[in-house]
């Protein structure tokens, strides 16, 4: 299960409280099964309902780090571009 805090108001909760709008436009993201880590797009459906950038690991589901449009970070060490 994921904890995924939103950027923009900091509700803090499961997954099941935010909907996944899929994944950034980035190679490989038309794969299927995506290794790695991924940027993906959240909304926050439980909070202030805004759109923001997580970045996880597809593999053991560790977060990274979620961000406001526009504000996206550099790569993060493992991760290509």
Not at 49 to 56: D, L
Request: some cysteine; charged content about 25%.
């Amino acid at each position: 299960m994921l904890l995924i805090t939103c950027p923009v108001c900091g509700v803090r909760a499961s997954e099941t409280e935010f909907a996944n709008g899929g994944l950034y436009a980035q190679e490989g993201a038309r794969d299927r099964y995506v290794r790695g880590i991924v940027r993906e797009w959240w909304n926050c459906e439980s909070g202030c309902r805004s759109w923001f950038g997580m970045a996880r690991h597809a593999g053991n589901q560790r977060v990274f780090a979620t961000w406001v449009r526009g504000k996206e970070p550099e790569l993060f060490p493992g991760e290509s571009a």
